[in-house]
């Protein structure tokens, strides 16, 4: 039983959702406690699983009526605290709304709700030669809604944008249970400002998404898939930025750096050489004579800045493998070490390279091991700290490394993320970025539509800026703080 | 010398910027009383032009004070009355703030003045092999603040996306007169909402636009450009559903009725067959190879839906000649009656043929003369009425026609308005769309960043739903409504 709820509360979160879908037993509460995030934890009071939009509603007024927080939950895969219910309240999860609805093939879109699997969604659309490009590496197990409220992105991201610009519709449930249906099947609509825009990424401080309608592609007819290895980090970055000045587009243009090349290595034993400064993984998709053709173009491009090898996959196993070997990097590196700790600096495309050399020295400075990969088409890098949580002195320079990377972010015309969101963990230094102005623009978006901060509070915006909150692993103190019986 | 404003607040817009850039004469006054909507009418009390943003915000800190209506204005091409200056006050001109500031190869953007003219914009990024593709038919005067103001679409929006899949970043000044940053030349940023796309669109409602990064994409190598001419109206809208259905998403797919092509005929001599029921323009563009592939494809696919014509032109001549003939209907159109007013009702892709049908049998039960023409692809037509506003009766008729038309769109699951805009003419519709839900989360947002509803008032949001607003031509009585001498 919940030791924040009354028993009340948790009666008339039955009511709505039926008996067997409120769970308030400590072993399930300790579940959803935290996400994918190193180092935040807080209890939720109660799990809930309602069964459609009107239950989502009631349990919102409900919620509203005693100021009880509301945590939206995917699959948990977030990687900044965006669902790790800070101030307790109700995590809530939908695995009874799952459903793919409705595939239009004249009008290419796709209608679902929010609990759908990413890869399951991806997987159904192609059945049809359709194509749903946002391919966060959280696919197989991370929900539409999900990565609807983060705005995912994905390894396609540089060639198909990100899931912000899939999606056409939505229903969102808002912090007052009102029902509210934006956008449809409709590639244009300017009738009053951009809320599916607005919804999209808001991280479920908003309201809550219960329904999606997104646009689809025609899936692309022809795949390549290649690797180029560089023994300097400079010609690698150089060839990111002579691939697109030579006018090409690729779908996928990835980066990983030697530390992470050979943890992936060791994990994968596909034969990467580990004695390279870089490895660049690019791919294109389209009709079979253009893919070819830039193809070929681009690995001018790789061999005319230095590559030391090009390896061009000649099977789909081996394209497979290729595209395996940069998937597979979180998993690989966070064997390593008991914590890791991935970011998400981003910086335009151009000041990779830049970017890449002050992580190392900032790196090199405080003596943490920062082994840094992502999407370096988009100039969105995923620098990732092995460490240990449990030694305080490290953890300090750890955080003393990280805001000093999100500082030369921004130096770089960056910015502090770039598609895992805001979420607990780096609400602090999003001040840096948008300055006291566009914080308080935001802020002034979410007190107009979630007055009472029921909506997943304490992401988004800081308690204070520039200090990243220090939060402990002891689950006892950390989520009673702002819950109160009701 | 204004009529409303005091000497003393004249006084301070000119220390502001200068003697020459505040009129209030009323000659003056009555060139900027009105934009390319019918019957829509009001004087301003003052024209501005600041030479940059400090001091759009010292005008905007200024007017804040006295609650001066603002009114940010490209070059006056809105067609649903969302230049007009309502309820009077300043309206503020970007002749002064019209430069492109930097082209970035690199990282594929560039980043503009709001006063640049559209067309402008896309032939000098042209001449570096690069390409913007919104393309407003009004684009050769229509300026980048005011397609950002609108989200502007065009012609190639079926491929290519509207004006707000192009900005990556904004400057606005907002009605406190902070000066806010969002985005930058990044592909992917979640820090915090996205208020980038919040104001594209917002219709000068919510803040300033005082510059932008826009994203350009390589310019495609090869173009295309074909008419398919049908006896039936269903057997062209079919097409249009069978050609995406097939996986061709072509740069252009534009529809004009038997109506509008014997207008454009009339108007352009370039030997348009006056008998058929409708007309597709269909053009792609890409590598040559796949342009003519799918352009062979697409021809298969109108003659399988019975086009008694299919004409590919054979040079770049034959090719403009065909695209004008769409490009310049709205001129053609408006030279036939005193009044011409266009709409704006977009329906899902695969409703065109019900839609059109619709709209004619509104016309007809009116009794008033409407021509249909659009972007069939995007399912967005612009049903055409020509019309004498002299005449009350029968404008009382077509007001009746539109309301129907906006109520049918809706039914089918459109909206009111694809890409001009709701401005004044469409508020009073908007609930349609939205819902009092939807409506009253837009309103949150609105009076959070203009509490005091000095940013290009009355936009928007209508002071009562259901009904347009009757405006009567008299300038003398409506410019002095809401605003009192200060």
């Known amino acids: 039983m919940s030791n924040i709820l009354s028993e009340k509360f948790i009666g008339l979160l039955k009511e709505i959702v039926g008996e067997e879908n409120v769970q308030a037993s400590t072993v399930h509460r300790l579940a959803y406690s935290y996400d994918a995030t190193a180092q935040y934890q807080s209890l939720p009071d109660a799990i809930v699983s309602p069964r459609n939009t009107k239950e989502v509603s009631e349990i919102i007024r409900l919620c509203q009526s005693k100021k009880i927080p509301i945590v939206p939950r995917g699959s948990g895969t977030n990687l900044a605290a965006g669902t790790v219910p800070s101030s307790g309240g109700i995590v809530l999860l939908f695995k009874h709304m799952n459903k793919i609805i409705e595939l239009d093939e004249e009008n290419l879109t796709v209608t679902v709700q929010p609990g759908v699997i990413t890869k399951d969604l991806i997987d159904y659309v192609e059945k049809f030669d359709l194509f749903y490009p946002p391919d966060p590496s959280s696919m197989k197990i991370s929900t539409i809604g999900g990565n609807i409220n983060e705005n995912s992105g994905g390894l396609r991201g540089l060639k198909y944008g990100v899931t912000r610009d899939y999606v056409y519709g939505l229903e ?10 934006t956008g449809g099947k409709l590639a244009k609509d300017v009738a009053g400002y951009d ?4 919804f999209v990424g808001s991280e479920g401080t908003l309201g809550i ?10 899936k692309p007819t022809y795949k390549e898939t290649m690797l180029a290895f560089y023994d300097s980090l400079e010609h690698a970055a150089e060839t990111v930025s002579k691939i697109i000045a030579s006018k090409i587009i690729p779908a996928t243009l990835e980066f990983m750096d030697q530390a992470t090349i050979e943890v992936v290595e060791e994990y994968t034993k596909i034969g990467l050489p580990t004695d390279v400064e870089a490895v660049l993984l690019l791919e294109q998709d389209g009709p079979e004579e253009v893919v070819r053709d830039e193809m ?50 981003t910086v335009p495309r151009s000041k990779i390279a830049e970017m890449v050399r002050k992580i190392r020295s900032i790196a090199e400075k405080h003596n943490v091991t920062i082994c840094t990969f992502g999407h370096a088409g988009d100039g969105n890098l995923h620098p990732t700290c092995l460490t240990d949580a449990r030694n305080k002195e490290e953890m300090e320079r750890v955080e003393e490394a990280f805001a000093e990377i999100f500082s030369a972010s921004i130096d770089l015309g960056g910015t502090i993320t770039g598609e895992h969101g805001v979420g607990e963990m780096k609400a602090p230094y999003l001040e840096w970025k948008l300055g006291k102005e566009g914080i308080h623009v935001m802020k002034s978006i979410k007190d107009a539509l979630d007055p009472t901060h029921i909506m997943n509070p304490g992401k988004v915006f800081a308690k204070s800026s520039k200090k990243r909150v220090v939060v402990t692993n002891d689950t006892n103190s950390s989520s009673t703080k702002n819950t109160t019986r009701v």
Chains 1, 2 share one sequence.
């Open 172 to 181: 969102v449930v808002m912090a007052n249970g009102d029902i509210v249906k």
């Open 195 to 198: 809320l599916t825009s607005l």
């Open 296 to 345: 070929k173009r681009m690995e001018q491009v790789c061999k005319a800045n230095h590559a030391r090898k090009v390896t061009l996959a000649s099977t789909q196993e081996e394209a497979e493998d290729l595209r395996t070997a940069r998937r597979v990097a979180l998993s690989a590196l966070a064997r390593k070490t008991p914590t890791t700790i991935l970011e998400d600096a």
């Open 209 to 218: 998404v219960t329904e999606a309608t997104l646009k689809l592609l025609p």
